[in-house]
């Protein structure tokens, strides 16, 4: 892929002042920066050597469908690099991640625990070796098969002529805010917000039935907050200092979910590899995953009671439109 529309929208967005910026100045350099990272990364991911590199991979693809999906309006993509092929790509990588997510948790938790405790570990360890060497099999195939090979040419395709619906020529100020909004109101219609611990169980357990309850709904929180944290990532600089506290505070919930999430795949694959009775043959392993959930649960918890506020809410709402504010006061 040559360089010179790269350099065309830099320069775009270089003379700022000379003509308005467009959201299509915004998209180009997002979706380009997904596909040259995936690219630079798969060499590492078929030698793998290095775990972070299937991982780094796994966040681009994430990105990157974030982005068609939050923009397919005012995209003209062909099919091979829609939501659809990207998300079966991104799952098959997923897998792999998972194990090597689900390893580290596992050795952090493994550390000091009672001798019986450590012989079911074994058997556990020995599982995830297994299936991931089965996985990663998978990960080397896929990247060879033609779909694939289509994916990377249909956005290779994309990058080098880019085809947009007229919306996206227009000034940022003036189309930002319907971009982001919906996406913002998505999050907040979310039942998770509004779980409440039962107050008559002690704190740790009272985590441990919300998750068995509400694990689902509180799953799907955290992909739409991730939704809205990676299309806000995009545009801090079109909006004041304010902008950067939200787009931390939704980083933060998408880690605390991912914590979490990460401790219920642990515990789901516990008791594949060991029956139904798991907890009660590792009772010091679930005691420190129940610990880890509430102490991420109380982090948690300020933030939802923050974000439950509608004052909170209309200020986010009222800051995502303030470009139109402006234009409209000029």
């Given at each position: ?221 955290r992909k739409q907050v991730k939704a809205i ?102």
């Open positions: 892929m040559g360089t010179t529309i790269v350099d065309r929208d830099l320069t775009l967005l270089q003379q700022a002042n000379h003509q308005p910026v467009t959201l299509a100045d915004y998209i180009y350099p997002a979706i380009q920066k997904q596909y040259v990272t995936i690219l630079t990364l798969e060499a590492d991911v078929l030698a793998d050597d290095d775990l972070e590199a299937v991982h780094q991979m796994r966040v681009s693809l994430r990105r990157l469908r974030s982005q068609i999906q939050a923009f397919g309006s005012i995209l003209d993509i062909p099919r091979v690099m829609g939501d659809k092929p990207i998300g079966k790509i991104a799952r098959i990588l997923g897998k792999v991640r998972d194990l090597d997510v689900l390893q580290d948790n596992f050795k952090t938790y493994r550390v000091d625990l009672p001798d019986a405790e450590q012989i079911y570990l074994e058997k556990v360890a020995a599982t995830i070796i297994k299936r991931r060497r089965k996985d990663i099999l998978k990960v080397k195939l896929m990247l060879e098969e033609r779909d694939y090979q289509y994916f990377k040419l249909g956005l290779n395709n994309w990058l080098n002529n880019p085809q947009y619906m007229p919306t996206a020529r227009l000034e940022i100020g003036s189309i930002l805010p319907d971009l982001i909004l919906p996406v913002v109101g998505q999050v907040f219609l979310n039942p998770g917000w509004w779980f409440d611990l039962d107050l008559g169980l002690e704190p740790e357990s009272a985590v441990t039935q919300m998750l068995a309850i509400h694990g689902e709904t509180l799953h799907s929180l944290r990676y299309l806000m990532e995009m545009f801090p600089d079109r909006y004041p200092p304010r902008y950067r506290e939200y787009l931390k505070d939704f980083k933060q919930i998408h880690q605390l979910f991912g914590n979490i999430q990460d401790n219920i795949v642990l515990d789901e694959f516990i008791r594949k590899a060991l029956g139904k009775r798991a907890a009660t043959k590792l009772p010091t392993l679930y005691d420190r995953m129940a610990r880890s959930n509430y102490l991420n649960w109380q982090t948690w918890q300020p933030l939802q009671h923050q974000y439950r506020q509608s004052a909170t809410k209309r200020e986010l709402q009222l800051l995502l439109i303030q470009d139109i504010i402006h234009n409209s006061d000029g």
